[in-house]
């Protein structure tokens, strides 16, 4: 980078952003949208409903109908993360937890971690 005139504000490269941009893209098909619904087409809905029901219960199901949303958008159940592990990236950088946090509250909650995060109040 130049250095600036005095008055004038340096142009600065987006060479950081670009990368970032280019990592994003490469991931996608394994830990986002893309991921969830290659997932989905190889679930069994009928298994995939009763785990929601098991693990989320009716009334966050019910509120994300409400905006028209499935509950394995929002709520990762056994049999989504069975299909693809990756998946857990999604729904960590949905609930907006650090790799940390969404493991320490997982071991500290048991094998239901990541669900309680993503239904306690807080989250």
Not at 12 to 17: D, F, K, T
Not at 44 to 70: I, N, T
């Amino acid at each position: 980078m130049r250095k600036p005139e005095p008055g004038r504000l340096p142009v600065l490269q987006p060479n950081l952003q670009l990368s970032f941009y280019h990592r994003l893209q490469a991931i996608e098909s394994l830990h986002l949208q893309p991921a969830l619904e290659t997932a989905l087409r190889k679930l069994d809905l009928r298994a995939l409903d009763r785990e929601l029901a098991e693990y989320v219960g009716q009334k966050p199901l019910k509120r994300l109908a409400s905006f028209g949303l499935r509950g394995e958008v929002f709520f990762p159940v056994p049999c989504i993360l069975e299909a693809n592990p990756f998946l857990l990236g999604y729904y960590r950088l949905l609930l907006g937890f650090s790799q940390k946090e969404c493991y320490t509250r997982a071991r500290s909650a048991g094998s239901s971690g990541l669900r309680t995060a993503a239904t306690s109040p807080t989250a």
